[in-house]
C-alpha cells in the first residue's frame, strides 16, 4: 500500500531550516488497526528512506534524502520511506547502470529506530 503525504516544515528568521524527520504511525484509517515503528531495534516494523547513499556516514545532498538535513532552503520532493517487517533489512541497490539496463536506484538505509 502507498500513502501520498505532504510535510509542511517552518524555517526560521533566514527562510531555511535543519534537522531530520520522523515518521509517527497513526490508525488506519479502514480499520482503525494501530501500527508502531520498532524502538531500539524491537517492535513488528521499522522505517526506510530511499537514498542513494551508501551509508549515513556519506554526505548527500538535501534533495537525495539524507539522515540529517543542513541548511534546506527550498521545497523537497520525492522523499520517500518503506516500512517494513522490522526483521528484515532494507533494501540495497546500485547506482544506475542504463547500459545495463538498470534505469533507477532504489537504494534504502535504516530511518527508524535510529541506527
Known sequence: TSVAYYCAIYANETKTW???STLVPRAFSDTGALWTVAASGSGPFKVCRYTPAASDDVV???????????????????????VIAAANSCPVDVAVNPAAG??????????QPAP
Open 18 to 20: 535543519s534537522g531530520l
Open 60 to 82: 548527500v545532498a538535501n534533495a537525495l534524502h539524507p539522515r540529517n538535513y543542513a541548511g534546506v532552503n527550498t521545497a523537497l520532493t520525492s522523499q520517500n520511506f518503506l
Open 102 to 111: 538498470d534505469f533507477v536506484n532504489s537504494n534504502t538505509l535504516v530511518h
